[in-house]
């Protein structure tokens, strides 16, 4: 799961990222509002970090100018701005959820969690997929009720499919969502992750179009209840 983290306080910043790695996300960091705007015009993100405060252009315009071009990617407005004004402005503006600083990086994750499922559609915290069932608050993985041990890179790999089950994703598109800048990729990385996803969560979990890309089906969970409107 990639998310793009804006934030100008060079501590802030820097905590907040080197705790979501540690959550295993993979975390691209700008400094200036302009260049947040422009890279999310250029790349790929599954979810923005965003402060308000911020040199170039302020956070509001940013995810104004997103919900302009009708990108629906989760923003979610990090700021010590606490007055309800600010709130509003923001919510209005279209982001999906706000935290005030400081916050205990638990509850960062928790909401990050919550807005990557509201827009992947999926309403349940744990997802059934045929024999395996996945976990994305602790990242467990259990394949016939035992725990299958997963690195950092094939759990993101999984992540990035999950977003959208049942849509094809080719070569480069993973290797986008796996990756953050400056982060090397070996030629054949991609396959090679595929291979012991399949060898430890058996050969039909990813599937793969040739020519096209993998992807992984649709939730076969028999515990999910149709959502009532
Ligand atoms: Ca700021």
Do not use: C
């Amino acid at each position: 799961m990639r998310i793009l983290l804006v934030e100008d306080d060079q501590m802030i910043g820097e905590a907040i990222r080197t705790s979501l790695r540690q959550l295993e996300y993979v975390v691209d960091w700008v400094r200036d509002g302009g260049l947040a705007d422009s890279v999310l015009q250029t790349e790929h993100f599954d979810l923005v970090l965003l402060d308000l405060g911020l040199p170039g252009k302020d956070g509001i315009e940013v995810v104004r100018s997103l919900r302009l071009r009708k990108v629906s990617i989760p923003v979610i407005i990090i700021t010590a701005r606490d007055g309800l004004e600010d709130r509003i402005k923001g919510l209005d503006a279209g982001a999906d959820d706000y935290v005030i600083k400081p916050f205990a990086i638990e509850e960062l994750a928790a909401r990050l969690r919550s807005a990557l499922r509201r827009s992947s559609g999926q309403t349940e915290p744990a997802i059934q997929i045929g024999d395996v069932l996945i976990n994305p608050a602790t990242h467990e993985v259990k394949r016939h009720d035992v725990t299958v041990p997963l690195s950092a890179r094939e759990y993101a790999m999984i992540e990035a499919l999950l977003l959208r089950p049942g849509a094809i994703l080719s070569r480069a598109q993973l290797e986008e969502r796996m990756y953050g800048w400056g982060e090397e990729v070996e030629s054949n990385t991609v396959e090679v992750y595929i291979h012991s996803v399949r060898r430890k969560l058996g050969t039909s979990f990813i599937q793969n179009v040739r020519g096209v890309g993998y992807f992984i089906p649709k939730p076969t969970s028999t515990t999910t209840s149709t959502p009532t409107t």
